[in-house]
């Protein structure tokens, strides 16, 4: 397709690996053409990320209402995209965030409670941004089924949204809280309400070790 180094897409699973800046038109008019069928968008970083604008992510959020599986790691996302992610209420996994989109331009995370209308999102990663306590604490009220988290480097993270997250959602099996400096002891111990947890990764957080 002319000069989209990988491009596949059919009307539930669009799937985009390397484009050119003048490329993005091109996904525009795809997202319109099958944006109320589609149920998996994956970005991949390692061709999109510095090509997509935070613009887009406005226009994925709002035309693709039925996504149920958004991978979009590295990849700018605009403060009113992450609001207007709670309606998507069909979400199922969310991935965004990682160290190369933090540095540029960190993610104003404090719309992601936006996500308590997405009942049935049970994978949530969203590693190297801000999220907070409110944030998460509010989330994981209405995501009561999240089984897999990956806070990986949530400088504003503490105990407070980590003890909410596990109170909230008793069958959590994978929880990553790597480099979350904030993060107490308690934040550990709460896990143990979790009775399913299998994996918690809690390396490099200062607190836990000096306590």
Same mark, same amino acid.
């Given at each position: 397709?002319?000069?989209?180094?990988?491009?596949?897409?059919?009307?539930?699973?669009?799937?985009?690996?390397?484009w050119?800046?003048?490329?993005?038109? !091109? =996904? /525009?008019?795809? %997202?319109s053409? #099958?944006?109320?069928?589609?149920?998996?968008?994956? !970005?991949?970083?390692?061709?999109?990320?510095?090509v997509l604008?935070?613009?887009?992510?406005?226009?994925?959020?709002?035309?693709?209402?039925?996504?149920?599986? =958004?991978?979009?790691k590295? #990849?700018?996302?605009?403060?009113?995209?992450i $609001?207007?992610?709670?309606?998507? *209420?069909?979400?199922?996994e969310?991935? %965004?965030?990682?160290?190369?989109? /933090? #540095? @540029?331009?960190?993610?104003?995370?404090?719309?992601?409670?936006s !996500?308590? /209308?997405?009942?049935?999102?049970? *994978?949530?990663?969203?590693?190297?941004?801000? #999220?907070?306590?409110?944030?998460?604490?509010?989330?994981?009220?209405g995501? $009561?089924? !999240?089984?897999?988290?990956?806070?990986?480097?949530?400088k504003? %993270? *503490?105990?407070?949204?980590?003890s909410?997250?596990a109170?909230?959602n008793?069958? %959590?099996t @994978?929880?990553?809280?790597? /480099?979350?400096?904030?993060?107490?002891p308690?934040?550990?111990?709460?896990?143990?309400?979790? *009775?399913?947890? @299998?994996?918690?990764?809690?390396?490099?957080?200062l607190?836990?070790?000096?306590a």
């Open positions: 397709r002319g000069d989209v180094e990988e491009f596949h897409f059919d009307p539930l699973n669009l799937e985009i690996r390397a050119k800046a003048k490329d993005v038109k !091109l =996904l /525009n008019a795809a %997202l053409s #099958i944006s109320s069928t589609l149920r998996v968008l994956d !970005l991949d970083p390692r061709g999109c990320n510095a604008s935070a613009a887009v992510s406005s226009t994925i959020v709002s035309q693709c209402t039925r996504l149920q599986t =958004l991978r979009a590295e #990849i700018p996302f605009a403060a009113e995209a $609001t207007a992610l709670g309606t998507l *209420t069909e979400l199922r969310l991935c %965004l965030g990682g160290i190369a989109v /933090n #540095i @540029r331009a960190p993610l104003a995370m404090s719309g992601l409670s !996500l308590k /209308n997405c009942p049935e999102l049970h *994978t949530l990663q969203v590693d190297h941004t801000d #999220i907070g306590d409110e944030a998460l604490s509010e989330l994981a009220q995501c $009561t089924r !999240l089984t897999n988290v990956d806070l990986t480097s949530s504003d %993270l *503490t105990e407070k949204g980590t909410a997250l109170r909230a008793l069958s %959590l @994978r929880l990553v809280l790597l /480099n979350c400096q904030q993060v107490g308690s934040g550990v111990r709460d896990l143990s309400c979790c *009775t399913q947890l @299998r994996e918690v990764t809690y390396a490099m957080c607190r836990l070790r000096s």
